[in-house]
């Protein structure tokens, strides 16, 4: 709760005296984001007056300031204390300066322009649209925020788990004395999940009150602390190789690397970790490692499940193009549903920070000559062409340089077709890709690294790609089969005698724009190795793609060795699920588009396996998919170089800091269980679960082991899901980590886990023991 609400309640005296207890925590906060005395982190703290737009009538004064929590953000009406309302920075996707967002571009004027700023926030919630008084306020706030936010995502899990504990120690602090009585303590143990029983508190709490004075204040504080905190589990393990002195020397240390966590590492590595986590001087000097410093290593990418060693781009990124699965969305305007859901640039910003390469573009007849985007014959809301290119070329790189496919379903006329084709090249200039790479006649794609930075078209084109070299000459206007989609998605509309082929005029201006993705449709594989041109590429629609991945799948594989294949859900999915990729994925196609909007268990696999290789939206196929001599078939799983059968051991230990599900109800506690789930071939999918643990989600503890055989290790996903027991009704999903089994890292490492929309849970984890052993 913010002081600024507190100090109505209290006399002149006590407000002052409050006032600086808050500027003490908010002193305390800062150095612990590292901006202690920063004149930005001031300035947040201090707040001031923004005018909120939320249309070209609705703009209203909100007063704004950062908590002293340094993690949430205070707004009040400036006329009362009445309605005010706060929101977390880790809830915040980006701050945007200047009129960078839909709302503020339709509700402003280009003058207001350097005094605009937004809030976007995670997942569905709407933008905060703002205006400062000035240009220097509006860069100070966007500055200001960017840079505590930096300082939070900077923390490493135990610093997080500190501070989120700390603050619940203020907020059950009712009156502020910076003591804790037994009733505060009791309204903590709720705050952070965890329920005890009256006499299991009071003797907590005695045993911590070693003066006796009915309250814990000072170093009772910091024993209660410490008790609370204490990691059995990490103990024994410290306790099992800390040899010299009751510390891990570095030959200790060493010791543990090779023989638990499995790593072929130096004693000058094990040195290295000494000298960057160990947080006591004089054990540093002794080159040893304390338990504090051991278990800040366990809670590093070092101690991590996921290999540090594949979070940058590590693989060849010079293979042709079809050699990689590629991150792809389906009806990437819409922030909902198919049917009435808005349709937006904000979810083309979206996909592509979250490195989306392959985005779809819905284009229609506008008003005023100016194509559009929606979900066609809906009532989806539209959204100018134009203004979502714009969009695309601004964020398209931002945190990947590798190659963005604009996928076109084009239902335009000819004169908007054009229009469309100036906006592609005007807006995209020398990224957009006009001309296949080389001076001659290509028999294969470019690979990623040749491509980075550039534009691809995928479309109708009116001739061969070889007219580029030979100057063949055609018609400015040409008729061509309608988008497999597009048709699929009549047929969902039509009766069955009243399906036909369509055919639509095609734009020479618009056909010439696409290379290496062009559109055909899909007879056979026979036909389309006869027929069909490297670049000519098919989308197949999920039922059709299914039912080639159960039944010809190495046919479909090695399809998939020469061409391009974009898989799309079905048409009758008019609420934007999913349907599950992974058999898609092990048929070798390559874009499997997913609707980005929708969280769910389909978008987890999709960001796990994009997880690794930099998260750059292109994931290198394994060699047997990229063979043309292999005969790697996933139902049937014959001797080959696909098969490296491994033994996988999971030994679930504990859990730590599990967030409430139901905040609003104050004595709601989690009865945490944990369930590992393998996706790949079908004789890997496989799921096994802990017993749920009741009233504890603070430090659950259930040492259960797991065994998994692993035949297909390069196309196997492993999942943690975390979710609160109820025997009376679903499950609620508490937390779930997803990646790839080529990536997990062997002994005793901590699992991060992330929310259903993918966002990272800061001090919440699983404590786990893994050993992956050839079989």
Not at 444 to 455: A, S
Request: proline share 4%; glycine share 4%.
């Amino acid at each position: 709760m913010s002081c600024v609400r507190k100090l109505r309640k209290r006399t002149k005296s006590q407000e002052l005296v409050y006032q600086e207890q808050c500027k003490i925590v908010a002193q305390e906060n800062g150095k612990r984001i590292g901006l202690e005395g920063d004149s930005d982190l001031q300035f947040l703290l201090k707040g001031g007056d923004l005018l909120k737009v939320k249309s070209r009538s609705w703009r209203k004064t909100r007063y704004f300031r950062l908590n002293e929590d340094c993690k949430t953000v205070w707004q009040q009406t400036t006329k009362s204390f009445k309605r005010d309302s706060s929101f977390s920075l880790e809830d915040i996707d980006s701050v945007r300066y200047g009129r960078q967002t839909e709302g503020l571009q339709k509700y402003t004027d280009s003058s207001a322009d350097d005094r605009c700023f937004s809030i976007v926030f995670k997942g569905r919630r709407k933008n905060l649209d703002l205006i400062a008084s000035s240009k220097e306020e509006a860069k100070r706030w966007v500055s200001g925020l960017e840079k505590v936010m930096t300082g939070i995502y900077s923390l490493n899990r135990q610093q997080n788990s500190e501070h989120w504990i700390y603050n619940c120690m203020r907020k059950a602090d009712k009156n502020a004395d910076n003591k804790m009585s037994l009733k505060e303590l009791k309204h903590f143990l709720r705050q952070i999940n965890i329920q005890v029983d009256d006499s299991y508190a009071e003797m907590l709490f005695m045993k911590c009150d070693t003066s006796n004075s009915g309250t814990l204040e000072g170093s009772e504080v910091k024993h209660f602390y410490d008790l609370l905190t204490y990691r059995e589990e990490v103990d024994v393990i410290y306790g099992k190789y800390a040899s010299t002195n009751g510390q891990m020397s570095s030959g200790d240390l060493l010791n543990f690397l090779q023989i638990e966590q499995r790593e072929p590492v130096s004693l000058d590595y094990a040195k290295q970790l000494i000298e960057k986590y160990e947080v006591d001087e004089t054990a540093k000097q002794n080159k040893n490692m304390s338990k504090d410093g051991f278990l800040m290593y366990l809670n590093h990418e070092e101690g991590s499940i996921f290999n540090p060693a594949h979070k940058p781009i590590y693989q060849d990124m010079h293979q042709p193009l079809n050699h990689y699965f590629i991150s792809s969305s389906h009806n990437t305007y819409l922030m909902e549903d198919q049917l009435k859901g808005p349709s937006s640039i904000e979810a083309y910003i979206k996909a592509l920070m979250k490195s989306c390469r392959c985005v779809e573009l819905d284009c229609w007849d506008g008003a005023n000559g100016e194509p559009v985007i929606y979900h066609g014959h809906t009532l989806t809301s539209k959204v100018l062409f134009k203004d979502v290119i714009k969009a695309i070329k601004e964020y398209a790189f931002k945190t990947s340089q590798y190659p963005v496919i604009l996928s076109l379903e084009n239902h335009c006329s000819i004169e908007q077709q054009q229009i469309m084709a100036r906006h592609l090249t005007t807006i995209l200039g020398s990224a957009l890709l006009t001309q296949p790479l080389g001076h001659q006649m290509p028999n294969t794609f470019p690979g990623p690294e040749e491509l980075k930075g550039r534009f691809l078209i995928k479309g109708k084109r009116l001739n061969k790609l070889d007219a580029a070299f030979n100057n063949n000459t055609t018609e400015d206007v040409d008729s061509v089969s309608e988008e497999d989609e597009a048709a699929e998605l009549k047929e969902v509309e039509q009766k069955p005698k009243e399906k036909t082929s369509k055919k639509f005029k095609l734009a020479k201006e618009l056909s010439d724009l696409v290379i290496y993705c062009k559109s055909v449709h899909f007879s056979n594989f026979e036909h389309s190795r006869d027929n069909h041109d490297f670049y000519e590429m098919a989308s197949f629609k999920e039922s059709k793609a299914m039912n080639l991945a159960e039944n010809s799948a190495t046919a479909y594989i090695h399809h998939n060795m020469d061409k391009l294949s974009r898989i799309y859900p079905a048409g009758s999915r008019t609420d934007s699920s999913n349907y599950n990729p992974v058999p898609l994925w092990n048929a070798g196609c390559q874009i499997v588009a997913l609707n980005f909007q929708t969280p769910g268990k389909e978008m987890d696999l999709n960001e796990a396996l994009f997880l690794p290789n930099g998260k750059c939206g292109y994931i290198l196929k394994p060699e047997f998919q990229r063979d043309p001599a292999s005969q790697f078939d996933p139902k049937n799983l014959r001797v080959g170089p696909w098969l490296k059968k491994k033994s996988l051991h999971v030994m679930i230990i504990s859990a730590q800091q599990l967030p409430k599900i139901n905040k609003d109800k104050q004595k709601s506690i989690v009865d945490p269980q944990v369930r590992v789930e393998i996706y790949g071939v079908p004789d890997d999918n496989n799921s096994k679960q802990t017993h749920h643990i009741d009233n504890n989600g603070f430090n659950p503890m259930w040492n259960i082991k797991f065994q998994f055989t692993i035949h297909v290790p390069e196309l196997a996903l492993v999942r943690f899901v975390v979710e609160d027991y109820d025997a009376a009704s679903h499950n609620d999903l508490v937390g779930l980590y997803t990646l790839p089994f080529t990536s997990i890292q062997n002994g005793y490492r901590h699992v991060p886990l992330l929310t259903k929309r993918g966002n990272l849970i800061p001090s919440a984890g699983l404590f786990v023991h893994i050993m992956a052993l050839d079989a």
